[in-house]
């Protein structure tokens, strides 16, 4: 009987155990607000609040060049570049 009830004992803490495990939280939820912050940069050019989104060490790398850029003030110039390109490519071809 008693080791019934030590059996029973285990395995109610052992799915319990495995419950609270599964009730992670989202990380979409966690990174949703980061990533928004970071799509309006590059949508927008407004690179004003950089500093909050991205790290001092921040290694941008896009094609062709696959050379790093590295660090805010370089992102910064390639958010702004890009930003100038394609509104003077939606300029001229309107």
């Known amino acids: 009987m008693k080791s019934i009830i030590q059996l029973t004992a285990f395995v109610t803490i052992f799915f319990l155990a495995g419950a609270f495990q ?3 939280p989202d990380p979409a939820k ?5 990533l928004n912050d970071y799509l309006a940069l590059w949508n927008t050019g ?3 609040n950089l500093e909050k989104i991205i790290h001092p060490d921040f290694e941008l790398r896009m094609t062709p060049k696959y050379e790093a850029e590295k660090g805010i003030e370089a992102c910064r110039k390639s958010v702004c570049n890009i930003f100038l390109l394609n509104n003077h490519n939606q300029l001229f071809n309107k």
Do not use: G, H, I
Not at 30 to 34: C, T
């Open 30 to 34: 966690k990174y949703d607000a980061l």
């Open 46 to 48: 407004q690179t004003e």
């Open 22 to 24: 599964c009730q992670r």
